[in-house]
T-cell receptor, first 114, second 114 residues
Framework: AQSVTQLDSQVPVFEEAPVELRCNYSSSVSVYLFWYVQYPNQGLQLLLKYLSGSTLVESINGFEAEFNKSQTSFHLRKPSVHISDTAEYFCAVRASGSARQLTFGSGTQLTVLP | EAGVAQSPRYKIIEKRQSVAFWCNPISGHATLYWYQQILGQGPKLLIQFQNNGVVDDSQLPKDRFSAERLKGVDSTLKIQPAKLEDSAVYLC????????????FGPGTRLTVT
């Protein structure tokens, strides 16, 4: 079975500052990793994913995440945040090569302050 | 392309009452998921359909929850009777195929049981 830990439930940050949202996972098998974003009153949207290949993955709106197998982490970063990035961010994991389901973390509320 | 539709968006009921939620997936998506998201937690899969067949319902409390997907399109999730601990957001998601395909989420139904 897989599990996901998001270490920070809330992260306030000023506009144009850098941010890192932390995600650690536990699994006895290889995994695929995902970050989802949930804007207020909207459904979850896939932000980025790691399936294989380069351990650094990027989204179209400037976020990036790096898969670190030795530290079992998949932290999300952005060098300069905007007010519009205010949302809840969920890290998720799925065992690779199987029909296993997504397991989500408890989420991190990112609030960007003016 | 229309997204995943859910109704109602909000529902308040008393414990021991019944409630039903409706989901209309993206056209052409064979796989449909229902998740339960309790406040402060990540989404938890309740049931997965492939067309109109159940693929995984291992986390569905079958003594009170039921779901169906007649004709392999729309789906209904029912709770009967509701308990206080059922207060949560119920998310519906759909994907083109199995778990290897991206899931698209609806806005959710927020259920409050008093």
């Amino acid at each position: 079975a897989q599990s996901v830990t998001q270490l920070d439930s809330q992260v306030p940050v000023f506009e144009e500052a850098p941010v890192e949202l932390r995600c650690n996972y536990s699994s006895s098998v290889s995994v695929y990793l995902f970050w989802y974003v949930q804007y207020p009153n909207q459904g979850l949207q896939l932000l980025l994913k790691y399936l294989s290949g380069s351990t650094l993955v990027e989204s179209i709106n400037g976020f990036e995440a790096e898969f670190n197998k030795s530290q079992t982490s998949f932290h999300l970063r952005k060098p300069s945040v905007h007010i519009s990035d205010t949302a809840e961010y969920f890290c998720a994991v799925r065992a690779s090569g199987s029909a296993r389901q997504l397991t989500f973390g408890s989420g991190t509320q990112l609030t960007v302050l003016p | 392309e229309a997204g995943v539709a859910q109704s109602p968006r909000y529902k308040i009921i008393e414990k021991r009452q019944s409630v039903a939620f409706w989901c209309n997936p993206i056209s052409g998506h064979a796989t449909l998921y229902w998740y339960q998201q309790i406040l402060g937690q990540g989404p938890k899969l309740l049931i997965q359909f492939q067309n109109n067949g159940v693929v995984d319902d291992s986390q569905l409390p079958k003594d009170r929850f039921s779901a169906e997907r007649l004709k392999g399109v729309d789906s209904t999730l029912k709770i009967q009777p509701a308990k206080l601990e059922d207060s949560a957001v119920y998310l519906c998601a759909s994907s083109y195929g199995g778990v290897q395909y991206e899931q698209y989420f609806g806005p959710g139904t927020r259920l409050t049981v008093t």
